[in-house]
């Protein structure tokens, strides 16, 4: 019996990989991991280590989330050092708590690797922090997409009439419902919004607008999964703040 890394891969950039989750990937004996991870560190493995695709997209899951835990633990068997990649960190909207609870259950030991999470690099690496002195002192990170087969929505839009900053984390696809939600609960039509799409990476591509005209812009610009949106006025610092140059 080994050992699970549930490990974070951080956002994209590989420079954003922590010293420890390195360590780990080249120690492993089997590397499980998603979609969102940086394939380059793959690279980094040691020869022999075993790879094992899981990622998900949206209508596209290689497996559901209980055959995934099923995976980790029968390579947890089999396998001294067990990597379990996942992009950004593991426990932010990563499911990293069932993994840890389903090996947990069965004797298996784990540790949690956080990684640098997307809610936090992504609008920086655009220019926009989501706290700044005099603007904003606190935010707020959301699932953008919720399992389709809940009954009744987690979210709690009333609870965001008076937010700072808010991220949504996989919301493209519900970027419109999301928007239309929050001016509902008295949100201004105003209120500044960023997209950012493929953040930290040499693909990064960002719009602004407001909850309003925000759906147009981005259907306009052909921003493209993966996505986070920021609503709130730290997005109008964007222009003071830009420190790299997207490809168009």
């Given at each position: ?21 390195l360590?780990v990937?080249r120690?492993a004996d089997?590397?499980i ?5 940086n ?13 094992v ?5 949206d ?11 099923e995976?980790?633990y ?17 426990l932010?909207f990563?499911?990293?708590?069932e993994e840890?609870k ?5 004797g ?7 990684g ?10 655009a ?16 699932t953008?997409h919720?399992?389709?087969n809940?009954e ?9 009439k ?5 991220v ?15 001016m509902?609960?008295?949100?201004s039509?105003?209120t ?7 953040g930290?990476?040499p693909?990064q591509?960002?719009?602004t607008?407001?909850l ?8 306009e610009?052909?921003?493209q ?14 222009p003071?703040?830009?420190?790299i140059?997207?490809?168009?």
């Amino acid at each position: 019996m080994g050992k699970v890394y549930l490990t974070g891969a951080g956002p994209g950039d590989i420079d954003l990989l922590t010293v420890k989750a390195l360590r780990v990937v080249r120690e492993a004996d089997v590397i499980i991991y998603d979609r969102l991870a940086n394939p380059d560190i793959l690279k980094e493995a040691k020869e022999g280590c075993e790879f094992v695709y899981v990622g998900k997209e949206d209508g596209r899951h290689t497996l559901p989330q209980d055959q995934i835990n099923e995976v980790i633990y029968q390579n947890a068997l089999k396998h001294d050092n067990v990597v379990r990649l996942k992009g950004g960190d593991p426990l932010v909207f990563g499911r990293g708590g069932e993994e840890a609870k389903y090996l947990k259950e069965r004797g298996i030991p784990f540790e949690f690797i956080p990684g640098v999470t997307s809610a936090i690099s992504v609008p920086a690496y655009a220019g926009i922090p989501v706290t700044h002195r005099g603007v904003a002192v606190s935010f707020k990170v959301v699932t953008g997409h919720e399992a389709p087969n809940k009954e009744h929505s987690q979210v709690d839009w009333e609870s965001m009439k008076a937010d700072e900053t808010i991220v949504f984390l996989m919301g493209l696809h519900n970027l419109r419902n999301i928007a239309k939600n929050l001016m509902r609960i008295g949100r201004s039509p105003d209120t500044p919004v960023a997209v950012i799409s493929k953040g930290t990476t040499p693909e990064q591509k960002s719009v602004t607008g407001t909850l309003e005209t925000i759906g147009d812009i981005v259907k306009e610009a052909g921003i493209q999964t993966p996505a986070l949106i920021v609503v709130g006025k730290v997005v109008e610092l964007k222009p003071h703040l830009e420190w790299i140059t997207e490809k168009e």
